[in-house]
């Protein structure tokens, strides 16, 4: 498996402001993922996070809003940015660990509330 | 696209009997399963993953699951619930096609009745 933390896990911001996630991974892994998990919802991709290079992003996600940064295999940070109500979720990162087969594993999260 | 469907938003058992959470998924390509359950305030935990050859897979605290290309279903089960298992359940799809990104199903709350 992997060990994934997350800081901080857990906030309560002001509307207007941007908070910055980190993620710490135990060893150098090739590909993570940031998702968003809304409250009572499933889990949506918002980016990729690649190393050296810009973030790939999913439809509906912009790099002014959610920029991030991975500048090496076992660290990113994901930045939410003029924060509104709407972005209350669970923020997880993630990563995929190739052995024998594939495995993707997922931090704790970090529960934003925005207010 | 890849997308699942979890058509069982809740499911509720009693403490001892068996489970089944159904998972439906489109995929174009060889599909890569999982299915994660995620218990109140905590993080995601892997359960269990298909990912080539046998077709009924193992998983921890009890789960299996059958892979089953002709009704693209991916079904969780267990043959004996207990209570520690209510949490929500997610089904989701990747693959090397896709960039290896999951794409999640709905989810599926399960209540264990004593």
């Known amino acids: 498996s992997a060990v994934i933390s997350q800081k901080p896990s857990r906030d309560i911001c002001q509307r207007g402001t941007s908070l910055t996630i980190q993620c710490q991974v135990d060893?150098?892994?090739?590909?993570m993922f940031w998702y968003r998990q809304q409250p009572g919802q499933s889990l949506t991709l918002i980016a990729t996070a690649n190393q050296g290079s810009e973030a790939t992003y999913e439809s509906g996600f912009v790099i002014d809003k959610f920029p991030i940064s991975r500048p090496n295999l076992t660290f990113s940070t994901l930045t939410v940015s003029n924060m509104s109500p709407e972005d209350s979720s669970i923020y997880l990162c993630s990563v995929v660990r190739w052995t024998s087969s594939y495995e993707q594993y997922f931090g704790p999260g970090t529960r934003l509330t925005v207010t | 696209a890849q997308s699942v469907t979890q058509p069982d938003i809740h499911i509720t058992v009693s403490e001892g009997a068996s489970l089944e959470l159904r998972c439906n998924y489109s995929y174009g390509a060889t599909p890569y399963l999982f299915w994660y359950v995620q218990s109140p305030g905590q993080g995601l935990q892997l359960l269990l993953k298909?990912?080539?050859?046998?077709?009924l897979v193992q998983g921890i605290k009890g789960f299996e699951a059958e892979f089953k290309r002709s009704q693209s279903s991916f079904n969780l089960r267990k043959p004996s619930v207990h209570w520690s298992d209510a949490a929500e359940y997610f089904c989701a799809v990747g693959g090397q096609e896709y960039g290896n990104k999951l794409v999640f199903g709905a989810g599926t709350i399960l209540r264990v009745k004593s």
């Open positions: 298909y990912f080539s050859g046998d077709t």
């Open positions: 060893s150098q892994v090739t590909m």
